[in-house]
């Protein structure tokens, strides 16, 4: 791989560390970088870049590496950055421009940070904007991220109650299993079943889209139906009509009130996340029992939840964490790495060289900021909304 032909300079690749509270992942892991080396590119990590996630600088030396001291040193010259986290401000204000820089951005919520990439003519691959179709699969690092998630979430509600969570003959007695429920059968939903399957409980789940039902049954829970499906579009959940609020609440709160655990995912993409567990129905729970709602950034699937804490409410645990993938550093940044290996296929053409053509369907989706401009049209909305 070549950035200028005939000169043989490499394209440098640069994986910065990450500096958001609470990060530990990193963007890239050395077996990647391995593959990347070899493939001809340059790849920069900067100092203790994965420590937290337990790939210390010396395993990325070995892959092919090369460790850059400072944030600076690690942009001289790159022509792509990797990144989990959006780039901050200041990191935008280090890169030069036509820069690539692909990673999360959280562009409705990161409207300063997107307005320095675009004034500061970066390229920014958002990857939450990747279509969800087979031939992008690799490159999913929701699903990728969402699977990391719903697994802490399981370990994290079974370490949380006080009872086992699997059905024991012993010599002291028989005990019997723990019930956990799963609200929202999506990615995280699923891992969380398995997940807890896997530990010994009984599992029951619940999702509006009846099509999630199969899968559920598949991993050996069982599947809560309501006549409602609310398949909406690109095999999304639709919002529910106030009288299917309503009938979803009571077989909800039924359900929620027989469980020692309850994890909630349900999401609609681009909007709050729907209350399916009321403060009533958190007084109706066991004493000890504990919901885990990964749903807590995005509004909260519990009317109690309170994001990044942990509440107590009539004996029941209510956790709210922030960014659950990140407490699977290891293997959530090699998922990562991998889906990012895949993306950055896509940008090299048949002479190796970096694409600058992004007419590819999975490329025109993602492409967030490019050449000065916004060609995300609602993230241009929310800018324009805003006068900037
Ligand atoms: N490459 C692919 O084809 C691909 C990859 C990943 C996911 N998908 C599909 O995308 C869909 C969504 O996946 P996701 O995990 O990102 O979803 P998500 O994170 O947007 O939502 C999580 C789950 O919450 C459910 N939900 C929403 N409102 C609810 C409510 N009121 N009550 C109960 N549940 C509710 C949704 O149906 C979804 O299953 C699924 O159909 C999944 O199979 C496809």
Redesign the pocket.
Known sequence: MTGAPGTGTPVVIAVGRETAAGEQRVATVPDVVQKLVKAGFEVRVEHDAGARAFYPDDSFVAAGAKIAASRSDLLKGARVMLCVQPPTVADAGMFSEGTIVVGFMNPANNLDGIRALRDRKVTAFALELVP???R??SM?A??SQ?TAGGYVAAVMGAAHCPKFLPMLTTAAGTIRPATVLI???????LMAIATAKRLGALVEA????R??GEQVRSLGAKFLELEIN?EGS????RE?TPEEKVK?QQMVSAAVARADIVIT?????GRKA?V?ITRETVAAMRPGAVIIDMAAESGGNCELTVAGTTVHDHGVTIIGPRNLPAQIPFHASQMYARNLQSFLALLVDKSGALTRDFSDEILAASLLVHAGEVRHKPTQDLLTGGRA
Not at 206 to 209: F, K, L, N, P, S
């Open positions: 969800r179709i087979s992008a699969q999913d929701l699903s969402a609200l929202g059968a999506g990615v995280a939903g619940y999702d509006v889209r099509a999630a609310a690109g095999g999304y959940a529910l979803e995912t349900a999401a609609i993409p729907p399916l």
